[in-house]
């Protein structure tokens, strides 16, 4: 059996592969950002935030018939990327007649002249996941005075305002409950 001293030598020389895991939570975005990174820097993106944007770059009308695919680099060239954007349907013509605006925007998002060129590539967008709409009902008088009696004994306002707000969230989304007779 190894006596505690060898083991601790050992441990303070593996130190900075001893521990994998962190012991407090960590931020997701933290994590997708090195999860992606590879995927994006294939695709010709240092970072994603062309895509992660595009709405705001190119306008919501357009940005939902388009969607950026890769930026392509030719060797050699000095000059700026060739941006491939796919299309749904029609709507590659009245991208092809803004061509120069969506260059001249996504040049002034990147702040320097980073595309030269557009690549219309026709064919289905991803299905964008649709959320679904919750409606929110008005409280009833029995559930106003039992939410504000739950939350009577918090003594800080900020936080009995809090509670409140989302407690009458909650119960919106709930069906009514009915009476007592």
Same mark, same amino acid.
């Not at 959320?131 to 005075?145: D, I, K, M, N, W």
């Given at each position: 059996m190894k006596e505690p001293n060898e083991r601790k030598k050992r441990n303070e020389r593996n130190e900075p592969n001893e521990r994998r895991f962190k012991k407090h939570p960590v931020a997701a975005g933290s994590i997708l950002r090195r999860a992606t990174a590879a995927a994006l820097r294939k695709r010709g993106f240092g970072e994603g935030e062309v895509i992660a944007h595009w709405a705001e770059i190119v306008g919501p009308r357009l940005a939902a018939l388009t969607a950026p695919e890769?930026? /392509?680099?030719?060797?050699?060239?000095?000059?700026? *990327?060739?941006?491939?954007i796919r299309v749904a349907g029609a709507a590659a013509v009245e991208l092809q007649h803004m061509a120069p605006t969506v260059i001249e925007r996504v040049n002034g998002f990147y702040g320097y002249r980073a595309v030269d060129r557009l690549k219309l590539v026709q064919g289905p967008l991803p299905?964008?996941?649709?959320?679904?709409?919750?409606? /929110?009902?008005?409280?009833?008088?029995?559930?106003? *005075?039992a939410l504000a009696a739950r939350t009577a004994t918090t003594k800080s306002t900020d936080l009995r305002q809090a509670l409140e707000r989302l407690g009458s969230s909650v119960l919106g989304r709930r069906e009514p409950t009915p009476p007592d007779d």
């Open positions: 890769k930026l /392509q680099q030719t060797r050699g060239d000095l000059a700026g *990327a060739a941006l491939h299905e964008v996941e649709k959320t679904p709409t919750v409606t /929110q009902r008005a409280l009833t008088g029995a559930e106003s *005075a």
